[in-house]
């Protein structure tokens, strides 16, 4: 094996290794993080509607909040009158196994991309109906060109979300771009984001809990390096909502920041979330 093999070897074997550790560091940390977010999630999930992507949902116990009806087996599921289609890109395969429990516990019908996770077709999924709405799950993220062929396929979408996933694009700005090319006209990107602290006096800012802004923001820009590390990547000093709303390409921006003081680590984690519309 030459030089260039051996550390490409090394670099997946490290690559591989990150990932699991992140893996089972969220089982604990996702539970936190929801506690303190998921006021805000109620306030979007409902509105999502048609055939959705959405890009890093981990493992995606947000989608109990979707719109569920009783379906003619008797069953609760999501209710396909109201969400068509449901694709998520996830890069981190030792997510998958939570993330496709949770979307069957949620009446999907699970399948994997076969090109981008070939390993899928060894899973056992769930036995569902026709009527259970279909579920993909594709290995990848948006933050390059190199988009993976099954978002492509079955673009354009509906509504788009991003959960706490830009934090850690290595692109964000591109990851942008993608979301509203693949988004059909009058279509709808949501999004919930870790952010910078918005600045003092942001009229944006719908709770601002007494959170001093000038000290937390340059905490958050000294401890970013080190949290890149032990987040998988995760970004605490990007203004996610401000880049959204300066593209100049969308329809309309509604979004507001919030200021959670719960406990040290909501401090430098404070929120935007809201919703951007392309036009027709």
Same mark, same amino acid.
């Given at each position: $094996?030459?030089? %260039?093999?051996?550390y490409?070897?090394?670099?997946? !074997? #490290?690559?591989?290794?990150y990932?699991?550790?992140?893996?089972?560091?969220? @089982? @604990?940390? /996702?539970?936190?993080?929801?506690?303190?977010?998921?006021?805000?999630?109620?306030? @979007?999930?409902?509105?999502? /509607?048609?055939?959705?992507?959405?890009?890093?949902?981990?493992?995606?116990?947000?989608?109990?909040?979707?719109?569920?009806?009783?379906?003619?087996?008797?069953?609760? *599921?999501?209710?396909?009158?109201?969400?068509?289609?449901?694709?998520?890109?996830?890069?981190?395969t030792?997510?998958?196994?939570? =993330?496709?429990?949770n *979307?069957?516990l949620?009446?999907?019908?699970?399948?994997?991309?076969?090109?981008?996770?070939?390993?899928?077709?060894?899973v056992? %999924? $769930?036995?569902?109906?026709?009527?259970?709405?279909?579920?993909?799950?594709?290995?990848?993220?948006l933050?390059?060109?190199?988009? &993976?062929?099954?978002? =492509?396929?079955?673009? &354009?979408?509906?509504?788009?979300?991003?959960?706490?996933? =830009?934090? !850690?694009?290595?692109?964000?700005?591109?990851? #942008?771009?993608?979301?509203?090319?693949?988004?059909?006209?009058?279509?709808?990107?949501?999004?919930?984001?870790?952010?910078?602290?918005p600045?003092?006096?942001?009229?944006?800012?719908?709770?601002?809990?007494?959170?001093?802004?000038?000290?937390?923001?340059?905490?958050?820009?000294?401890?970013?390096? *080190?949290?890149?590390i032990?987040?998988?990547?995760?970004?605490?000093?990007?203004?996610?909502?401000?880049?959204?709303?300066?593209?100049?390409?969308?329809?309309?921006?509604?979004?507001?920041?919030?200021?959670?003081?719960?406990?040290?680590?909501?401090?430098?984690?404070?929120?935007?979330?809201?919703?951007?519309?392309?036009?027709?």
């Amino acid at each position: $094996m030459t030089d %260039t093999g051996v550390y490409n070897k090394v670099t997946r !074997t #490290l690559s591989s290794i990150y990932d699991w550790l992140f893996s089972a560091l969220w @089982i @604990i940390e /996702s539970e936190r993080n929801d506690e303190k977010v998921n006021v805000y999630r109620k306030l @979007i999930w409902p509105q999502i /509607s048609g055939k959705v992507l959405e890009l890093g949902p981990g493992f995606a116990q947000s989608l109990k909040f979707l719109q569920h009806a009783t379906l003619r087996d008797g069953s609760s *599921a999501v209710d396909p009158s109201v969400v068509r289609s449901y694709t998520v890109l996830e890069p981190n395969t030792f997510l998958y196994d939570r =993330l496709q429990g949770n *979307a069957e516990l949620n009446g999907f019908r699970v399948s994997y991309d076969p090109v981008s996770y070939p390993e899928g077709a060894n899973v056992s %999924t $769930m036995a569902s109906g026709d009527e259970n709405v279909p579920f993909s799950i594709v290995k990848g993220t948006l933050d390059s060109d190199d988009i &993976p062929q099954a978002i =492509l396929d079955e673009a &354009p979408y509906d509504s788009i979300l991003t959960s706490f996933s =830009l934090c !850690t694009a290595k692109n964000p700005e591109k990851s #942008l771009e993608n979301i509203f090319k693949l988004l059909r006209p009058g279509g709808t990107y949501y999004f919930i984001e870790h952010v910078r602290q918005p600045a003092p006096g942001d009229p944006l800012v719908i709770e601002d809990n007494g959170v001093n802004a000038r000290f937390w923001g340059s905490v958050q820009d000294w401890l970013n390096p *080190a949290w890149k590390i032990i987040g998988h990547g995760c970004n605490i000093n990007r203004r996610t909502g401000e880049t959204i709303a300066k593209m100049g390409c969308w329809k309309d921006v509604d979004y507001k920041n919030v200021r959670p003081a719960i406990d040290l680590q909501s401090r430098i984690m404070p929120l935007s979330f809201g919703k951007a519309t392309k036009p027709e």
